[in-house]
């Protein structure tokens, strides 16, 4: 199975910090990689597909960039919704297989 | 409006199985594939499995090859993810998730409520 290693597992910012979080694939999964928002007691939501597209309807301070082995998410202005834990998650290959999370809180 | 209802909370004992529903509204039923994600507490999602809703095919993780079965019943707009020989370690919340237009088969958009399943002895 695809390993991926998300840094870092938690973090605490202010409002409109920047806030980054990579992922590390243990193979080359191309831009087969998406990126979901977790709030407690609710299903993952996908926030960004295939790299560095926006789902429909999620604001445009959620970014995501790289290729290949390494990833990066990027929230460019925190807000108070934004709490909760982010994942990156991969289908290059069966299983799909998810990093351990970003819990992102506020400072 | 999309939603993805799950049917409610289960405890079983090791050995047994256990049967949970997801009925979709708001969309075109068939259109869309449906991945069966779980997570035990305090842990990453792990993936289950997918199944195609207009065709039936269907992609089981290798973990949980020979133990769990999806299906779906169109006329109900209805997808049932079964899994057998329970043991501890599937203690979880279950959740079903409808595949992306963008990444049927390896993104989800919308989620189920979760249902949660015990297993103890």
């Given at each position: 199975d695809i390993q991926l290693t998300q840094s870092p597992s938690s973090l605490s910012a202010s409002i409109g910090d920047r806030v980054t979080i990579t992922c590390q694939a243990s193979q080359d999964i191309s831009n087969y990689l998406n990126w979901y928002q977790q709030k407690a007691g609710e299903a993952p939501k996908l926030l960004i597909y295939d790299v560095s597209n926006l789902e429909t309807g999620v604001p445009s301070r959620f970014s995501g960039s790289g290729s290949g082995t390494d990833f990066t998410f990027t929230?460019?202005?925190?807000?108070p919704e934004d709490i909760a834990t982010y994942y990156c998650q991969q289908y290059e290959n069966l299983p799909l297989t998810f990093g351990g999370g970003t819990k992102v809180d506020i400072k | 409006?999309?939603?993805?209802?799950?049917?409610?909370?289960?405890?079983?004992?090791?050995?047994?199985?256990?049967?949970?529903?997801?009925?979709?509204?708001g969309y075109t039923f068939i259109s869309h594939a449906i991945h069966w994600v779980r997570q035990a507490p305090g842990q990453r999602p792990e993936w289950m499995g997918w199944i195609n809703l207009a065709y039936g095919?269907?992609?089981?993780s290798q973990k949980f090859q020979g133990r769990l079965s999806l299906t779906r019943d169109t006329s109900a707009s209805t997808a049932y993810m079964e899994l057998s020989s329970l043991r501890s370690?599937?203690?979880a919340l279950y959740y079903c998730a409808r595949g992306s237009l963008e990444v049927p088969a390896g993104a989800f958009d919308i989620g189920g409520q979760g249902t949660m399943v015990t297993v103890s002895s």
């Open positions: 929230i460019t202005s925190l807000r | 409006q999309v939603l993805l209802v799950q049917s409610g909370a289960e405890v079983k004992k090791p050995g047994a199985s256990v049967k949970i529903s997801c009925k979709a509204s095919n269907t992609k089981y370690e599937d203690t």
